[in-house]
């Protein structure tokens, strides 16, 4: 998070979208009862690697030491990080049916990203602050 803070150059909304995403991923990867949630925020937050580094996502990630696991999530949306990633992708396209998943009810997932919103845009404004922004 601190790495992707100091990218200046970057407009605030894709951290934003990026911290959003981890914390979405993180909620579901929960409600959906998984135990280990560390790998899901990783993903979420790596999902816009590429516009961070104004590259594909593919050479992006061979800059980082990911686990094979995230790496397929994040290239191929694959494997249980991948698919609430997915999930994830699909509830800010407001694409309803795409979105849905499987375990989760739709009060689930909208009440994950009205927590994630609340709590990227105080860890936003946090960032802004701290940095005197």
Request: charged fraction near 25%; include cysteine; hydrophobic fraction near 45%.
């Amino acid at each position: 998070i601190i790495m992707l803070t100091s990218l200046d150059d970057r407009p605030r909304e894709l951290l934003t979208t990026s911290l959003i995403r981890a914390k979405m991923c993180e909620s579901l990867a929960k409600r959906l009862g998984h135990r280990s949630t560390e790998s899901f925020f990783t993903v979420g937050l790596f999902s816009t690697l590429d516009a961070f580094l104004d590259c594909r996502m593919q050479q992006a990630l061979e800059l980082l030491p990911l686990a094979d696991d995230i790496r397929e999530a994040l290239l191929n949306q694959q494997g249980d990080a991948g698919e609430v990633l997915q999930s994830v992708l699909s509830y800010e396209q407001a694409d309803w049916d795409a979105g849905a998943v499987k375990s989760a009810d739709s009060s689930g997932i909208r009440d994950a990203y009205m927590q994630s919103l609340v709590w990227a845009d105080s860890l936003v404004k946090s960032f802004s602050a701290s940095a005197g922004r």
